[in-house]
């Protein structure tokens, strides 16, 4: 097994520029709404320009790896079953149900959980990185929304539901650079020198700008009152979503080593921050905001154990 203080040398920056962030909004020196702004660059910029750059860099037959899409989103729809039969058998309404299997089973990959495999395992990472996105966008996003549209009775069925989300979700920067990038990868098309150079630019700043970003949207949360449902999408996103993903790579044909940890890893961040904002969406707003608080915290010392469990020295 490797030394815990060398993980902690790993991933404590990634914890620190988090706590940083918190600290510039909560003491003033820089207002919230500031940091929204750094986080939509770095949704809408940063990261498709490194989905492309990863993509485009990359054979075609590198970068298609189906045991890696049906080992985590199985994985995934497990967690997310889990914590939707748990709510269920609580007497909660299909709309919240919704929310607490999307909220245990779709992590934070884009702010928190990229700059740690970038960091763990370099550009390598970045296939099964983009992997994960189109497994949490196009699958398990879309079905928690078509869900929870279904609860409020939005629209006459479940399948309408779905059809009417997908549309939306396929105008997502991250879900477009993803598409380009495959398009272009399979014509062995490569944008010219200065296009790559622009790319590489924006690439660069996507790390710790999103995990100063994460810690300035954590002030003002408060979980209080809410103990017992917080405690359950805590405890399915930071335990139930690993151990799930983890059971799928033990039960489905092997692949890379990489792929299995990056897999693992992914599945072990804290869910992503817009939970919130969807929560806003069905008026479960303050619920899906106050998690992100405790969520945020446990991952400290969860990504932290997996890292040691899974001996990647």
Sequence with gaps: ??????????TSPTFILILLGFCAVRFGFLAKENVRTLAWFVVNVGLPAAMFKALNSRSFQDILHYDYLLIF???SLISFAILFTLAKLRGKPLTECALFGLGGSISNSLMVGF???MQLFGDAALVP????LIIENLFILPLALALADTGQHKSGSFLTALM????QLLKNPIIASIG???ITTA????????????????????GGLALFAIGGMLVGLKPKGMMVDLGAIVFGKMIIHPLAVFCMIILMPPMPPLFQHVAIILASMPMFSIFAVIGMRYNYGGLCSAVLLPATVVAFFTINMVIWLLDLQ
């Design 115 to 117: 700059p740690i495999i």
């Design 129 to 132: 990185f983009a992997l994960t």
């Design 187 to 206: 014509m062995d098309l490569h944008p010219p020198g200065f296009i790559n150079k622009v790319i590489d630019m924006l690439s660069v700043t996507v």
């Design 180 to 182: 380009i990038g495959l």
């Design 1 to 10: 097994m490797q030394d815990f203080t060398y993980i902690l040398s790993l």
């Design 73 to 75: 989103g199985a994985g």
């Design 164 to 167: 009417k989300s997908l549309p």
